[in-house]
């Protein structure tokens, strides 16, 4: 099958008409290695910061203005907590934004092109005839010509 999904909605309809759960497996094949680079903006990342930072000085500040006694106005204590607050997560949103956008970070990821079912060589024919004889899976999710011409091999027989 082409998608996962199209892969797990197969197993399912095997599994409705009795095959063991246990001995269908969805393998990705034909695995392809794509890398890429990490881009968020450091505009976004800092703005994002400074924002949590804000909110954090103010629920700070709420916390100060309920519990301890200052000789500032609620008010003013909770303008100073926005402010600190708004300092502190810009530089924090800053920082972790330039470590993450380094030159260096590269992530690397496996993506498989297909989805192959697999299921034990004694239950192939089984999968076979239901996928074969099945009107309610005739929407493209399953390649007809891969299914007939399975033939047991020692992959199907030790995918279980």
Do not use: K
Request: hydrophobic letters at 45%.
């Amino acid at each position: 099958m082409s998608s996962f999904a199209d892969a797990r909605r197969t197993a399912e309809y095997l599994r409705s008409y009795g095959m063991d759960a246990a001995s269908l497996d969805i393998v990705g094949a034909g695995l392809r290695q794509a890398t890429r680079r990490p881009r968020i903006p450091v505009v976004r990342m800092t703005a994002a910061g400074a924002l949590q930072g804000a909110l954090l000085g103010i629920l700070a500040a709420v916390f100060v203005t309920l519990v301890a006694q200052t000789t500032l106005t609620s008010f003013a204590v909770v303008l100073w907590g926005f402010v600190y607050g708004l300092i502190v997560g810009t530089l924090w949103g800053l920082f972790r934004a330039l470590v993450r956008n380094r030159p260096d970070t590269i992530t690397t990821e496996i993506h498989p092109t297909r989805y192959e079912l697999r299921c034990p060589a004694d239950e192939l024919s089984v999968a076979q005839t239901l996928l074969a004889d099945a009107a309610d899976v005739d929407d493209g999710r399953v390649e007809r010509g891969v299914v007939a011409d399975a033939r047991p091999t020692e992959e199907h027989r030790d995918a279980a």
